[in-house]
């Protein structure tokens, strides 16, 4: 417990303290964001702020991690490892994004074929090496097996071991992408989605702290219901320094926000999400944690479907909060209130994963 205090202190003194030092360098540079033409008129006033903000981030989180470890002289497993290395990778994907966008003062960066070829990359290798390394009770970091709570019957190696691989490979890039996206999709107004990660991450600090102290290497007996998980405790640890690094970075990205985390925070946040859901074999389950990222997804996949199919729109522009925008909502407003519902889906999704172990 005292590792996962210090990892969340340490990445949140961190990113408090180094934002506004990485604000003014940012401004030295000349580094301001590129604001969309066709986007809220609101937003104008917006170019010009610092980006890429999510670099104190992925620092921060980083330095949490490993000087938590050095502190009660623990070094992190290759759990934390799969997770800070999926969270980097996707990270340097979304700094290249924002680094071009800057420099070319235009709203493209990576083109599309770029992008994803990146994302392929770290993604593929997260899945390959998430298999790899068992230990003594003969557990990985991730398993074939599709997870709700814990990993269900639905094993994706029931085609042999190759074509499993194959399988688990798409299955675990298709969460990559989906959470990247929508963290990405939700970085639309100040503090939304550092403040919506903030309360997911959260989520899964108490699931790691559980599924440590419900560890089936600690249970004797076959009738207790265990978690396997291979490094649970990491997964708290990873989880708790995200969520200092968001806390002290929400200080400075709050509205007025004096940075944006761009590409490079939304899709290492994205990267993360989507690894502690691997990890901590509950990769459904986070459909329910990550609600509000679903349905902002899901706005701008009904605003396109229906558009393509009828030439109407269902709400006045997506992604969902920049309806509300339209609609006349300050961004305060649209910002505090999907917080609390964020807060409902994490509720709700730990609920879910409480109710389990007691009617077991």
């Keep these: 417990m005292i590792a996962i205090l210090l990892a969340a202190g340490i990445s949140l003194l961190i990113s408090l303290l180094g934002t506004p030092l990485f604000i003014k360098w940012l401004i030295k540079k000349n580094y301001g964001q590129f604001v969309r033409q066709d986007g809220p008129t609101g937003h104008f006033t917006k170019r010009g702020t610092p980006t890429m903000g999510g670099v104190v981030i992925i620092l921060a989180t980083v330095l949490g991690v490993f000087g938590s470890a050095l502190i009660v002289g623990r070094m992190p497993t290759i759990t934390a490892w799969l997770a800070l290395y999926l969270m980097i990778g996707l990270g340097a994907v979304g700094f290249a994004d924002d680094f071009i966008k800057i420099r070319k003062q235009r709203s493209l960066g990576l083109r599309p074929l770029a992008k994803v070829i990146g994302q392929g990359?770290?993604?593929?290798?997260?899945?390959?090496?998430?298999?790899?390394?068992?230990?003594?009770?003969?557990?990985?970091?991730?398993?074939?097996?599709?997870?709700?709570?814990?990993?269900?019957?639905?094993?994706?190696?029931?085609?042999?071991?190759?074509?499993?691989?194959?399988?688990?490979?798409?299955?675990?890039?298709?969460?990559?992408?989906?959470?990247?996206?929508?963290?990405?999709l939700t970085d639309g107004l100040d503090g939304l989605a550092t403040g919506?990660?903030?309360?997911?991450?959260?989520?899964?600090?108490?699931?790691?702290?559980?599924?440590?102290?419900?560890?089936?290497?600690?249970?004797?007996?076959?009738?207790?219901?265990?978690y396997e998980v291979r490094?649970?405790?990491?997964?708290?640890?990873?989880?708790?320094?995200?969520?200092?690094?968001?806390?002290?970075?929400?200080?400075?990205?709050?509205?007025?926000?004096?940075?944006?985390?761009?590409?490079?925070?939304?899709?290492?946040?994205?990267?993360?999400?989507?690894?502690?859901?691997?990890?901590?074999?509950?990769?459904?389950?986070?459909?329910?944690?990550?609600?509000?990222?679903?349905?902002?997804?899901?706005?701008?996949?009904?605003?396109?479907?229906?558009?393509?199919?009828?030439?109407?729109?269902?709400?006045?522009?997506?992604?969902?909060?920049?309806h509300f925008e339209l609609s006349g909502w300050a961004e305060v407003t649209i910002v505090v209130r999907f917080w609390l519902i964020g807060g409902l889906f994490a509720a709700l999704g730990m609920g879910i994963f409480y109710a389990e172990w007691v009617v077991s």
Excluded at 157 to 171: D, E, K, M, P, R
């Design 121 to 184: 990359i770290v993604g593929i290798s997260f899945a390959v090496m998430a298999l790899q390394f068992e230990n003594a009770e003969g557990l990985t970091p991730a398993s074939t097996a599709i997870s709700f709570l814990r990993d269900t019957n639905l094993d994706l190696a029931f085609a042999g071991t190759t074509i499993g691989l194959i399988l688990f490979v798409i299955w675990s890039n298709f969460l990559v992408t989906a959470w990247s996206n929508g963290v990405n």
């Design 196 to 226: 919506v990660s903030l309360v997911a991450f959260v989520t899964y600090v108490l699931i790691g702290i559980w599924q440590s102290n419900q560890s089936c290497a600690r249970q004797i007996g076959a009738y207790v219901v265990c």
């Design 231 to 322: 490094d649970p405790r990491d997964i708290a640890i990873v989880a708790a320094a995200i969520v200092g690094a968001c806390f002290g970075f929400l200080w400075w990205n709050t509205s007025p926000a004096k940075i944006f985390m761009g590409d490079t925070g939304a899709l290492a946040l994205g990267g993360a999400f989507a690894a502690l859901s691997i990890l901590s074999r509950t990769q459904l389950l986070a459909a329910i944690l990550g609600g509000m990222f679903v349905l902002i997804v899901m706005s701008d996949v009904i605003q396109i479907g229906v558009f393509k199919a009828t030439r109407k729109r269902v709400f006045k522009m997506a992604p969902l909060h920049h």
